[in-house]
């Protein structure tokens, strides 16, 4: 068993910290042979077997090569529930674990509508219905393979959520009278990619990540509109947004019209969330 932990530390030295080698270590041993180390390291009778070992280094050479543990694994957790993640979806991130919280403490009835454009994985949208079981929550994602993704995590969480296919810059949109629109749509400038780490570019979807550095906006300023036609009166619209276009989505969503507009940052100190309401009716 010591010698497999100091494989994976040596294996992937210099390529992750070794704060996170340790996590590593621990995460594959567990999916691998399913047992946690302490038990493995303390019950003699359980090993390795030679097959698990095989698995192990396999899983080893993925990640040396900087491909996310949670693709290798095909599974993370978000806000205390599993999901099952492939290339087809971005991994969920804990920043949006915050826009979770933010959300849930700001709407406390347990009865709301709530839509998630740009579902991915489903997590959002899974989170909520998990946390207001009697709400009705609706998800959109332009990519098929997305939605598939997102409606295979619906069942493993045992959660009702009416998924849709809809691209909000063409598509024509969906009848639907709401309390919530949320959205975490791809905001990192196409000149940001040189600066990204290989984890992110080689492996996780561009669509989902990246737009124009002459059109930053451009997903919230459709969303926007949308919201403008499908929130009641004093609903909300939650956005999680580029760190560096907090000040921008705040004045375009004030020129929309929109009220009680707020810029929150997340735990790291940055502009992670942007809320706002549609004008009470007169």
Known sequence: MQNIIQKIQDSLSGIYPENEIVNLGRLIIEQVTGYSVPILLSDKSKKITPAQEQIIDKIIQRLQTYEPIQYILEETEFFGLPFFIDKNVLIPRPETEELIELILSENTDKKV?????????????????????????YAWDFSEPALQVAKRNAEINHTKIEFNKVDVLQDIIPELSLDIIVSNPPYI????????????????????????DDNGLIFYER????????LKP??????????????????????????????????????RIVVSQIAQAQ
């Open 234 to 271: 004093n609903g909300r619209l939650y956005f999680e947004i580029n760190q560096q276009k907090g000040q921008d989505t705040k004045e375009m969503l004030a020129d929309k019209g929109f009220t009680n507009i707020r810029i929150v940052r997340d735990l790291s100190g940055n502009d």
């Open 113 to 137: 509508s709530v839509l998630d454009i740009g579902t991915g994985s489903g997590c959002i949208a899974i989170a909520l219905k998990k946390h207001r079981q009697e709400s009705s929550v």
């Open 223 to 230: 969303i926007a509109d949308i919201a403008l036609k499908r």
């Open 189 to 212: 400038l196409d000149s940001e990619k040189e600066v990204m780490h290989k984890n992110v570019l080689e492996y996780e979807p561009h669509s989902a990540l990246f737009v124009p």
